[in-house]
């Protein structure tokens, strides 16, 4: 009964069947929004329009297609083709590939006729032919008047390295979708921060308690004045404070500490720090007040304890400097770093305030997933080595001589008559 489950399990059509299954929830995962909140649900597939008819945001979230790659019947999919890869792998390919390392001897001269390339010679010389054939890289095995002969051996393992890298890009999968997870934070600079933002996370994940300082952040511009990078200047500190790792990350050059991944994705302004005659310090806060991809913030400088009278500074760049305009939309002129103006009352503008946007993350299996393809790419190297066996047997002041490959027949061909020219 195990034996006949397994065979099922091991069948091509079932692995067929199973991969389409994966395929299509994947296609699924892509098209629908994963891990998002309620409210976006609601709002892209409501009760009173479904989505082709069936799809609505109860319906989402019943059957966890939200968050497809952490469901349990995905994980019972992967498992399955996992399962069916292994059986195929022991019920099939390995003794497949045993079959193949025998000495498959012909004892009838009747076994030749089924052969695609086979001769008879009539004048020959048995050891003339026995050294072409081990000259082109041959494993010879003879019993008195019978050879065999084989090559490329190798190339029949690459069905089993396959099996074994697709296993364990499903084994990555699932550790990573298991034990990952990904936060986002956005700190303003000088600051010590912990990972609190998480934004996905698996069962199993263990957040790391490990706390990070913004040292500085900094944007470079291009000659047309738009962003070329920006970058963090990131400590890692340990449970007492002191600092264990450093790092200025920027785009695509993350800081890894311990399989950690801190990415610099985004920035923003928060605010104006600016000092009065008096030598009093005073923040003003910044307000991004466009909800496009151009960033443009702005504050209210006020004039009075009332707050009724004062300027508008505007900002759209971290090159140190703002614009004043007047509350009629008038613009008053630039006000840089250090730099003293007199608006009714004299304030130096001392600092912009500035945070990072950073992506946190970790993936464990990561590593294997690469593995598994770097192992599929030598499987696919492997598989172009031809296997190639002949048989000869010596009867009757006759030789009997074939061969079979399993690709590349016109050079098998060609090689097989240098052999017996």
């Not at 909140?37 to 979230?61: A, H, M, Q």
């Not at 500074?313 to 614009?323: K, M, P, Q």
């Not at 598994?372 to 048989?391: P, R």
């Amino acid at each position: 009964m195990k034996q006949k489950l397994f065979r099922v399990v091991a069948d091509l059509r079932f692995s067929i069947f199973i991969l389409l299954l994966i395929s299509f929830f994947s296609i699924i995962g892509t098209v629908i929004e994963q891990d998002q909140s309620i409210e976006i649900y609601k709002l892209n597939y409501p009760l009173t329009n479904p989505v082709l008819g069936i799809l609505t945001w109860d319906r989402i979230l019943q059957f966890g297609l939200d968050h497809v790659y952490k469901t349990w019947w995905f994980f019972t999919l992967i498992f399955l083709f996992g399962l069916s890869l292994i059986s195929c792998t022991f019920l099939q390919q390995l003794p497949s590939l045993k079959i193949a390392r025998r000495c498959q001897f012909f004892r009838k001269t009747g076994q030749f006729y089924k052969l695609n390339i086979f001769t008879t010679l009539n004048t020959f010389s048995f050891n003339q032919i026995l050294l072409r054939i081990k000259k082109n890289q041959y494993s010879i095995f003879q019993q008195k008047n019978i050879v065999y002969c084989y090559k490329g051996l190798i190339g029949r393992i690459a069905p089993i390295l396959v099996h074994f890298s697709m296993i364990l890009v499903l084994a990555g999968t699932i550790i990573g979708s298991l034990f990952g997870f990904k936060a986002q934070e956005m700190i303003p600079k000088t600051e010590v921060f912990h990972i609190q933002n998480i934004l996905t996370n698996g069962q199993l994940t263990v957040i790391p308690q490990t706390s990070a300082r913004i040292n500085d952040f900094w944007i470079t511009y291009s000659k047309n004045k738009t962003v070329s990078q920006f970058y963090s200047d990131i400590s890692v500190l340990n449970n007492q404070g002191n600092e264990v790792n450093r790092k200025t990350i920027s785009v695509n050059y993350p800081l890894i500490n311990n399989s950690v991944y801190y990415y610099q994705t985004d920035w923003n302004l928060v605010g104006l720090r600016f000092q009065t005659l008096n030598s009093e310090i005073i923040e003003y806060p910044l307000l991004n007040v466009l909800n496009n991809q151009n960033k443009v913030w702005l504050t209210w400088i006020s004039n009075n304890n009332s707050l009724n009278e004062g300027i508008i500074a505007l900002i759209d760049n971290l090159e140190g400097y703002c614009s004043i305009y007047s509350e009629t939309g008038t613009f008053l002129g630039n006000i840089e770093l250090n730099e003293t103006v007199d608006f009714q009352q004299p304030f130096t503008l001392l600092e912009i305030l500035s945070a990072t946007g950073l992506q946190i993350k970790t993936d464990p299996g990561i590593p294997i997933i690469y593995s598994g393809f770097f192992l599929l790419m030598i499987s696919t190297l492997i598989s172009y080595i031809t296997y190639s066996q002949i048989w000869i047997i010596q009867k009757n002041q006759k030789l009997f001589i074939g061969g079979t490959t399993n690709r590349a027949l016109f050079d098998f061909e060609l090689e097989f008559f240098k052999f017996v020219k």
